[in-house]
């Protein structure tokens, strides 16, 4: 953020227009941001040499090999997986799907469709507990940076202090605020709201602790936009809320994106958060906690964990590779200024 | 930092603020559940056929109540099964959820101040700090009068500061031996009646050759070094008995009390004894690497001879292995260190805690501690003993439960729950599980392991 914290970053760049001035979508081709340093073009050929591929490749597979292992471990029968390893499968490929079958139709008691009702409680929280921070965020990031108020610098760096209170500390404060309201006194602020068994304190809990860090990214990046474009809007008459729709919202495309999938898959992987506000039943527990009991008291059935664990995987690879292509570019651009 | 290059503002006027997103949502989400106590002012209602030994219960219909427990599918399934019926007759609706961070989890949700109507609470320990929060309700005379039909002792485990909060459900022995009776029948073994011909008989085995008579493992995540603290408990209980165990679990006797330290020197000379142990892992130090749960299996493949475990690692068995008497498998009651000791038996249970005391709750905590239910509960499915003297014996179908039954409900039996679960969880799930696992990993020198508990108990 700071010039002073990069003292590797060569000129200062204080009084240049910033390099990201058309972040859009199209905005392409890496190598043509600009006439690169001597240093910078070294690194850049070192990293597409011949040797760099290579070395790139062996730690795309033995960073693949794990997960591969995973893979072959939930198409082999049980007793196949106690006696051997998942290399075997290579000499005795028996595959079987009963794993998945199991995993995705076989519920408790009372429960039909095994992993289904927990799939798409893992929508309805995932979503909503994306669109929330990223809406409310993007909204306040652009309050903070071109609307001035008094104190918008002493609430901006409130929120930046935010991000260091950890999300465990938070837990039981919100739920005695969920489950029985706040008081002054005998003056109720907020009354008892009953969502025992909703999505509600979910969407509500993700959407608290994302926002002081979406609002610090996404102010970085909108402050960044150049006034000109700002000034051009309100000559022509815009409102602030016309210039956040039409120029600020198409301009940060790539920072949404990418803090999107960042909170997306956050908040799927989220078991804590969930076990805490949406309990363990299927009316509203998503796939995190149904897969950790998916093994039993005694772990009887560990041979579903890796089933289990592939088809949580297949959403966020979906969410990812959709993304993806905004997502280094946007976080770098979000973080780093100047 | 960031106002170096703050932009300039455009104009004074203000955004117009936009949360109401989430106050709509909070305001529809204020529709709710809860399943407020009928105001039961109309008549209870007959219940008839099948339904008819219910009456006791009848005049809830269309109420709900909560219950959290650690117990898991499909274990949990043969748990809903055996009150579907009373849930259908009364128009009580159980919602039970089952999580493996109950433990932590329950403390939570109750500070929280999102407590389920029942908890089924494995420890005492824990139990007595949910009554120490100052949520957990009294039960109503009638669960206290149903509870009767357990042995004494295990009021007191359901009590906290001579208070009885919370009936127990079930229970399960610890105090067996796993062999194989076929095995044992080839090499002309006989199942040791006293702890003279326990070591006796690990001699003679361990001298044939095949095979060391004793496997073991405590590994089990982050509890790992659990099982340990059972083979210390069965040695404390089984060379004084419940005197001076209960003296310990209260700290009167502590860890390094030449007692205790007798005790560990037997566990010591047991399953620390590099020619008894670890058949089919390896040496003394395999135990702390081993996980409870693979730890029998040598047994089936005649490398190992026996493994002392809890009843319910029954479930640990490969499908199709025979359990019975004269099957792969079977279990013998683990004797008494010290012959003038009668019948120790070391177990575990689980107790039914209130966190309400709405009439459907009553109605369902006095059904659950009931024989009737107990009763219900063994016809659903194997795996589960009761204590209770109400349940006929002949129910149980799988051999092992009928064992433990047995020794479960002996008057003569001198039962005592699990030391580590009653112990504060500073020391029992905690400390004396570490410092056991080093002594396994590490052997440490037996001093050491007693000093080191000893300092970690709560002042």
């Known amino acids: 953020m700071s010039d002073a914290a990069m003292p590797t970053s060569g000129p200062t760049p204080k009084a240049q227009p910033t390099p990201k ?96 009702p927990y799939l798409v409680n893992s929508l309805a929280i995932s979503v909503p507990a994306t669109v929330f921070p990223l809406v409310l965020s993007a909204m306040a990031a652009y309050a903070l940076a ?14 930046f202090a935010l991000q260091v209170v950890p999300l465990q500390m938070a837990l ?15 003056v109720t602020v907020l009354p008892a709201l009953d969502l025992g068994g909703t999505y509600v304190p979910v969407w509500l809990a993700h959407t608290m602790f994302a926002l002081p860090l979406a609002t610090f990214l996404l102010h970085n990046f909108i402050s960044q936009l150049p006034r000109d474009l700002m000034e051009a809007a309100v000559v022509d008459g815009a409102s602030h809320f016309k210039i956040f729709r039409s120029i600020v919202l198409p301009l940060c495309t790539p920072a949404l994106a990418s803090f999107a999938i960042f909170e997306f898959l956050w908040v799927w992987n989220d078991l804590l958060v969930a076990l805490t506000f949406a309990g363990g039943t299927p009316e509203a527990a998503p796939m995190t906690v149904r897969l950790a009991q998916l093994s039993g008291s005694f772990g009887g059935r560990w041979e579903l964990l890796t089933a289990g664990a592939f088809l949580s995987l297949i959403v966020p690879l979906i969410v990812f590779f959709s993304l993806q292509r905004y997502f280094v570019r946007g976080l770098l651009a979000g973080s780093v200024k100047g | 930092m960031i106002q170096k290059s703050r932009p300039a503002p455009l104009s004074r006027r203000r955004l117009l603020a936009v949360p109401a997103v989430l106050a709509l949502v909070l305001a529809a989400a204020c529709s709710n559940s809860s399943s407020g106590s009928k105001g039961s002012s109309g008549a209870v209602p007959t219940l008839t056929g099948d339904c008819a030994k219910y009456q006791a219960y009848a005049g809830h219909s269309g109420t709900k109540v909560t219950m959290y427990a650690s117990i898991l599918s499909p274990e949990s399934d043969s748990l809903e099964k055996s009150w579907a019926e009373f849930s259908s007759c009364t128009g009580i609706k159980i919602s039970y959820e089952g999580s493996n961070d109950f433990e932590s989890q329950l403390q939570v949700r109750v500070t929280g101040g999102n407590a389920p109507d029942f908890a089924i609470i494995p420890q005492p320990g824990l139990l007595a700090q949910m009554v120490k929060s100052g949520k957990a309700v009294k039960p109503p005379t009638q669960t206290v009068a149903n509870e009767g039909k357990w042995s004494p002792v295990w009021k007191t485990y359901g009590s906290v500061n001579g208070t009885f909060y ?125 996980t409870f749960q693979d730890a029998g299996t040598p047994i089936l493949s005649n490398k190992c001879w026996m493994l ?22 079977f279990a013998f009651h683990l004797p008494a260190v010290n012959p003038a000791v009668a019948n120790p038996v070391e177990g575990g249970g689980e107790f039914l805690t209130a966190f309400s005391n709405r009439p459907e709750v009553q109605a369902v905590q006095n059904y659950l501690s009931s024989s009737d239910w107990a009763s219900s509960r063994v016809k659903v499915s194997t795996g589960w003993v009761s204590a209770n003297q109400g349940v006929d014996k002949s129910l149980y179908t799988d051999p092992i439960d009928k064992l433990s039954a047995e020794s479960l409900t002996d008057p003569t039996a001198t039962f005592r729950f699990d030391a580590s679960d009653l112990m504060p969880a500073a020391v029992g799930a905690a400390q004396e599980w570490k410092s056991l696992t080093k002594w396994f990993a590490e052997g440490q020198a037996i001093p050491k392991v007693a000093a080191d508990i000893d300092a970690a108990w709560p002042q």
């Open chain 1, 21 to 116: 001035t058309q972040p859009t979508p199209k905005a392409s081709s890496a190598p043509k941001t600009g006439p690169a340093r001597p240093g910078v073009k070294a690194v850049r050929s070192s990293f597409s040499g011949p040797l760099a591929s290579v070395f790139v490749i062996a730690v795309t597979v033995l960073w693949t090999i794990p997960t591969f292992g995973l893979l072959a471990t939930s198409l082999r029968p049980k007793e196949a997986v106690a006696s051997s390893g998942w290399w075997e499968v290579f000499v005795h490929p028996d595959m079987i799907l009963s794993n998945y079958h199991t995993v995705l139709f076989e519920g408790g008691f009372g429960v039909s469709g095994g992993l289904m």
């Open chain 1, 172 to 186: 039981i404060p919100l739920l005695q605020l969920f489950s029985g309201g706040a008081h002054l006194g005998s």
């Open chain 1, 146 to 159: 071109w609307v001035r108020f008094k104190g918008s610098d002493t609430v901006f760096f409130v929120i």
């Open chain 2, 308 to 329: 002392q475990q809890a009843s319910f690692y029954q479930a640990q068995w490969p499908k199709g292995t025979k359990i019975g008497p004269d099957g792969d498998i």
């Open chain 2, 166 to 290: 919370a009936a127990p459900m079930s229970a399960n022995m610890k105090s067996l031996v796993w062999y194989s009776p076929k095995a044992f029948k080839a090499s002309g073994y006989q199942v040791p009646q006293t702890w003279a011909d326990l070591m006796a008989l690990s001699d003679r085995i361990a001298k044939a050759g095949g095979g060391k008579p004793w496997c073991g493992g405590i590994g089990s995540g982050t509890a790992t070094g659990w099982p340990a603290t059972d083979w210390l408990e069965e040695a404390v209980l089984g060379s004084y008995g419940g005197d001076v165990y209960d003296q310990w679990v209260g700290h009167q006797v502590k860890f390094g009390d030449p007692k205790i330290i007798s005790a560990l020197q037997t566990v010591a000379g047991w399953m620390q004894n590099p020619a008894w142990v670890n058949g089919g892992f390896g040496d003394v130090k395999s135990i702390a690497t081993t």
